[in-house]
């Protein structure tokens, strides 16, 4: 009867014999004319044939997880690798440095996920590449994304920091879009962080950038722009043109505070009113409220005037015989 054979041999192999195949197979093992078979599969040609040392314990060629490229590295080895992605997510467990192109790597790394734009053209001239932030998808919120812009260091925008752009969620079917808040710190011992917009660089000489509070289509809320202007020696001069939304009725307030160029007489002013757009032509509704006070009583004879031209609000300067540094800071909200 074929079987195993133990005895008999010096160098204690075992020996199984030779038989015909089975009825029945499955879950059996033997010898078929010399062929070791389990549940009918010949083991010496479907098996593994020969397992070897690797003596260069380094990534390359061809190698994938599951059938997604692992491309080696750029500079051979030791060099960069990238993770070719699929249709499927990828997961990275712990701490992950993730760069973009050939730009310069950081010099420190966080506990968290650090992500560096930017393409190589990039690196000389000192521009931070393009990185987009995309929240999770589903029934459930995505976890806090901290956002820093980046800091300038060359080309024509030397010094400046990078942009940001917050845009809120797209709505899908019954739900709408997602909100984006902004919310000032933890007090805790230390007492709550401020929430600070500042006004950016004007585009034109002379004039702050505005802070722009708006719902869209519907018409801005509140809009708060910035002028600086010194005026010479009896200069009258036209220092704001400002867009009025024709089809809107607007309210406006004018801050303006001044002082003598070469000397200590100031003028303060506010001044509050209203205007329409009808076509593209504006118009003051009914007349304005001004408030003024200085330290010079009629030899400070400076002032400040609200007009209008075509579908704008203006601000003229009047300063009579004096050069004077003005500021000025308008509010207007429309409707």
């Known amino acids: 009867t074929p079987g195993l054979e133990t005895g008999g041999n010096s160098d204690g192999a075992i020996v199984i014999t030779q038989t015909p195949a089975p009825t029945v197979t499955t879950n059996k093992l033997y010898n078929l004319a010399g062929a070791l078979t389990w549940n009918g599969t010949d083991l ?16 390359g060629g061809d190698l994938d997880v599951n059938g997604q490229d ?17 249709s499927t997510t990828a997961g990275i467990g712990g701490s992950a440095y993730l760069t973009g ?5 950081a010099t420190s790394y966080g506990g968290g996920v650090y992500i560096g734009g930017g ?11 393009f990185v987009n932030i995309v ?48 919310v000032g710190g933890d007090g805790g011992s230390s007492g709550g962080g ?18 722009v509070i708006s ?54 002013f506010r001044i509050f009113g209203a205007a329409e757009n009808t076509g593209g032509t504006a118009a003051l509704i ?21 007009g209008v031209s075509s579908g704008n609000l203006t601000i003229t300067l009047d300063n009579d015989a004096e050069t004077v540094d003005w500021k000025i800071k308008v509010r207007l909200t429309e409707l």
Do not use: C, M
């Open 135 to 182: 929240g999770g998808e589903g029934t459930y919120q995505g976890g806090e994304i901290l956002i820093t812009g980046g800091e300038g260091t060359g080309g024509t925008g030397n010094g400046k920091g990078g942009g940001i752009t917050i845009t809120g969620g797209a709505g899908a079917g019954v739900y709408t879009g997602g909100p984006v808040a902004i």
């Open 194 to 211: 401020d929430i600070l917009i500042t006004t950016g660089s004007g585009a034109t000489a002379d004039a702050d950038g505005a802070v």
């Open 44 to 59: 010496t040609t479907g098996g593994i044939a020969a397992v070897v040392d690797d003596t260069t314990p380094e990534l």
């Open 215 to 268: 719902t869209g289509a519907a018409g801005i809320i509140e809009s708060v722009r910035g002028y600086i202007a010194t005026n010479s020696t009896g200069a009258t001069a036209l220092i704001a043109t400002i867009p009025l939304t024709s089809g809107d009725s607007s309210v406006f307030e004018v801050f303006a505070v001044a002082r003598q160029d070469s000397g200590t007489e100031s003028a303060a």
């Open 101 to 105: 192109g050939a730009a310069s790597g």
């Open 70 to 86: 692992i491309l080696g590295g750029l500079a051979g080895a030791g060099g960069d690798v990238n993770i070719v992605g699929g």
């Open 119 to 129: 393409a190589s053209s990039h690196v000389a001239t000192g521009y931070g590449g």
């Open 286 to 306: 009914g007349s304005t409220a001004k408030d003024r006070t200085d330290d010079g009583g009629a030899s400070v004879d400076w002032d400040v005037v609200i």
